[in-house]
């Protein structure tokens, strides 16, 4: 069969992101892609910004066709919107009755998501510390689009070397091992401070061995963003290590790298995050944009990703095809 008939028939069959790249190999008589076209199929770290988090973060409201637009735009075809709620029991903000605002934080992004025509996949969002928090994920998880829960252990005042806070965060993991519900973490400490390769050893011990059968994203390569200083190194390295024993713990834990190379990222720390990244393994890495993307826009934030990071066209063609369980 010819090749000009093999195109034919496969365009018919995919959707219209994925016929455009097989129409470019066809053009060329089944030449792959160039680097330029490859795009992320799903964008792991998205939020939205309602009229109780626009004040907060100082950015105008930003929904869910505002979001979609923006993907559209970057020839992504899903992302995760992962609900702020969380940020509402962070008691430095003073807020009164947070555990009402969470909820209502939880039940808009469930509207936005869900009008989405699946294109949008949501996660709730809690401060484990507070006592409503377990009550509000079995709530949460019962609304149409939410498939996960996002826990943000710097903004929620959560150090995992603290034993009682560790159990707290715990036992969310143990409801979404019994919901069977992945978990997305932002691990880094409140400020950076006290926080290291022991954070990735406990989190390893304290939480991912209790949830065996769930999918665990780490979010920013277990550090924060815009970029990735190599201060905060030693948690990646902590999970090579533990990649390159392979522990059986590492088997369903993703990093994802949103936010972590801007236009100021050196060579040596893109080098850096190319190095980690092959120890954990590219098929564990997940391209994600965060709230305020480098460059401006989803679609600029990539373009740097692409150009920066020294990883070759078949890893980042890797990173860039990688989808989990929850968002298929």
Request: hydrophobic content about 40%.
């Amino acid at each position: 069969m010819s090749t000009s008939v093999v195109c034919d028939m496969s365009l018919r069959l995919l959707p219209p992101i994925c016929s455009i790249l097989l129409l470019s190999a066809c053009a060329t008589g089944g030449t792959p892609v160039s680097r330029a076209a490859i795009v992320p199929r799903v964008d792991y770290h998205q939020h939205l910004v309602s009229a109780d988090f626009a004040p907060i973060a100082k950015l105008p409201m930003r929904d869910g066709k505002a979001l979609l637009a923006e993907l559209d735009a970057a020839g992504i075809e899903k992302a995760v919107v992962l609900s702020v709620g969380y940020t509402y029991g962070d008691e430095r903000k003073h807020i009164p009755d947070p555990d009402r605002v969470t909820r209502r934080e939880n039940d808009w992004t469930s509207a936005q998501v869900s009008a989405s025509g699946g294109r949008l996949i949501g996660f709730c969002g809690v401060n484990p510390l507070r006592d409503a928090a377990l009550a509000e994920l079995e709530r949460c998880l019962a609304l149409p689009g939410m498939r996960g829960i996002k826990l943000h252990l710097g903004n929620s005042g959560i150090s995992l070397r603290d034993s009682s806070q560790a159990a707290r965060v715990a036992d969310v993991f143990r409801l979404a091992e019994r919901r069977g519900v992945p978990v997305l973490v932002h691990m880094r400490a409140r400020g950076g401070q006290n926080f290291g390769a022991e954070d990735a050893r406990l989190f390893l011990d304290k939480l991912v061995a209790v949830a065996p059968s769930i999918e665990v994203v780490v979010a920013h390569l277990g550090a924060s963003s815009p970029g990735y200083a190599a201060q905060n190194d030693s948690v990646m390295a902590e999970f090579g290590a533990a990649a390159d024993r392979r522990d059986p713990r590492m088997r369903q834990v993703y990093f994802d790298v949103s936010a972590n190379v801007t236009e100021e990222t050196t060579p040596q720390e893109a080098g850096l995050v190319a190095r980690r990244i092959r120890q954990v393994g590219v098929q564990r890495v997940l391209y994600g944009s965060d709230l305020t993307p480098p460059g401006g826009s989803i679609k600029a934030g990539w373009e740097i990703f692409r150009r920066r990071v020294p990883l070759t066209d078949t890893e980042m063609r890797t990173v860039a095809g990688n989808v989990t369980r929850f968002a298929r």
